[in-house]
């Protein structure tokens, strides 16, 4: 993180632990399953959390306040907030990444993918996913623009 600080998602832990550069815990959430952790600019804290029948995608401020929840059971492995406010999700057992808005309306939506593990949104607003068997990006209107096929992916980035 830009404060030197390493953000991670202690899935069988359930926790979620900030740790700096000198091996000390400096900020832990509890009573979550984090596949995934993102540090947002206001300080806050976007996790999938794939607790058992409670699994979401949730945002906590520093205190630890659940300030902005979307609720999910279909396995949310990745999430990340976008310029736009919204966030990109990714639903592996739905086998789906859908953008959502703050009021949990879904404005795009990538439907028919398998076992989705990760996607990222691209500078030209199209979106790369990677999948079992392939990585592949989609356009704005959920065209396939191109695909590589590998053995399984489950990490991609937009740089």
Not at 80 to 96: C, F, Q, Y
Request: aromatic share 6%; charged share 30%; glycine share 6%.
């Amino acid at each position: 993180m830009p404060n030197g600080n390493t953000l991670i998602a202690d899935t069988v832990g359930d926790r979620v632990v900030e740790v700096s550069p000198q091996k000390e815990i400096v900020w832990k959430l509890t009573d979550v399953r984090p596949y995934d952790v993102e540090r947002l600019a206001n300080g806050n804290t976007l996790v999938c959390d794939q607790r058992s029948k409670r699994e979401r995608v949730v945002e906590f401020d520093p205190s630890g306040k659940v300030v902005w929840e979307y609720p999910t059971p279909n396995s949310p492995f990745d999430a990340d907030r976008l310029a736009n406010g919204n966030t990109l999700i990714t639903e592996r057992n739905k086998h789906r990444v859908i953008e959502v808005d703050r009021d949990g309306n879904i404005v795009f939506q990538i439907d028919n993918l398998n076992a989705p593990s990760d996607a990222d949104r691209l500078p030209n607003g199209h979106t790369l996913i990677a999948e079992n068997g392939a990585v592949r990006e989609f356009d704005r209107q959920g065209r396939q623009c191109w695909m590589r096929a590998v053995a399984w992916a489950v990490e991609v980035n937009r740089y």
